[in-house]
């Protein structure tokens, strides 16, 4: 696990590519570690700084929890209250607070700018969701979809729904991992094509990953049934357009019974009950849903851990 690590320190998590194979599953066997107490990483005196320009629960407050148990602080520079909310130039900003803090997590629109603090700070970036990706989620995903089966290795992945940045990271991610991934979402909301074929080119001949336009083809057989909001943040003028289109695409327990009878259900949050998914099945036995929520603070631990450092990977 520690020398694939070791050589993510001072390096940027733009988009679940950035990392190899190999360093996908050390930190999610790091985050499993770090969950059961078997390994703490220490980053006394290290300052994560929080920019968000979207709402967010879950992401916000679990890098602020991560960085506490691992010694460190966060300062959250809302960008409202900021100069980056009056027009400060990106490259600006990113090259002053460069100079007082060690790491940024940034949420925001467009991947571009995303990149744009990458390019100028002289200190990692982490993408905390973009309009393209959100690749600290997929990682919560799969170490969740590992807790169920032991290992990820040809398991299969159904997601169903919107072809966003949840489904666009599950895609790489899963490649990297070992992990079929079939995409089920109606005609127009379809991934990235160019995601699709990055993800194909990691995956070579290890793994398969399929978009398709019947849910039920999608969820046929699989290990996790996955959905996310129909419209995602940015989006919300297109929602009564979009429940149109995603009409039977509902996880509900009909749809579950075409899956693997030990398949469980994961969904990023926030949910719209009775829409992407139904009450009885996000309340259901299966569901992993707030075990996978908590995953996000062991996995984020892993992240910060090895970005910035932290002493005893090796391990
Ligand atoms: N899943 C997730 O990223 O949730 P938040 O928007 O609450 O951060
Ligand atoms: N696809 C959703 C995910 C929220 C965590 C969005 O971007 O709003």
């Known amino acids: 696990m520690g020398s694939e690590l070791s050589a993510l320190k001072g390096r940027d998590f733009l988009a679940s590519g950035d990392i190899s194979s190999e360093q996908s599953q050390a930190l999610i066997n790091l985050a499993a570690a770090i969950k059961s107490g078997q390994r703490r990483p220490r980053l006394e005196g290290k300052v994560l700084g929080l920019i968000f320009s979207k709402a967010s629960t879950r992401t916000r407050v679990s890098f602020t929890v991560a960085m506490a148990r691992l010694g460190g602080q966060t300062i959250d520079l809302n960008p409202s209250l900021s100069q980056v909310g009056r027009g400060e130039p990106i ?135 996955y959905t996310d909001v129909w419209a995602s943040m940015g989006q919300e003028q297109e929602q009564s357009e979009r429940e149109q289109a995603f009409k039977g695409f509902c996880v509900d327990e009909a749809l579950m019974a075409k899956a693997d009878p030990a398949a469980i259900v994961l969904h990023c949050l926030p949910a719209h009950r009775g829409e992407e998914i139904s009450e ?21 631990q892993a992240l910060l851990a090895s970005l910035l450092g932290a002493d005893g990977l090796e391990a």
């Open 91 to 225: 490259a600006d900003t990113a090259r002053v607070l460069s100079r007082y803090v060690d790491a940024l997590a940034i949420r925001t629109f467009a991947q571009s700018d995303l990149q744009g603090y990458a390019d100028a700070a002289s200190i990692p970036i982490i993408n905390a969701l973009t309009d393209l990706e959100h690749p600290c989620q997929a990682l919560a995903d799969y170490l969740t979809m590992q807790e169920a089966f032991g290992s990820l290795e040809g398991l299969t992945m159904a997601y169903v729904g919107d072809g966003n940045n949840v489904a666009h990271s599950l895609l790489i991610a899963g490649a990297q991992l070992g992990v079929n991934v079939r995409i089920g979402c109606p005609a127009g909301f379809h991934p990235d094509p160019q995601v699709v074929e990055q993800a194909r080119a990691l995956a070579g001949e290890r793994c398969r990953m399929e978009v398709v336009v019947d849910p039920g083809c999608a969820v046929a057989g699989a290990q996790a049934v």
């Open 280 to 300: 009885a099945v996000l309340e259901g036995p299966a569901s992993r849903i707030f075990d996978q929520a908590e995953n996000r603070l062991h996995a984020q």
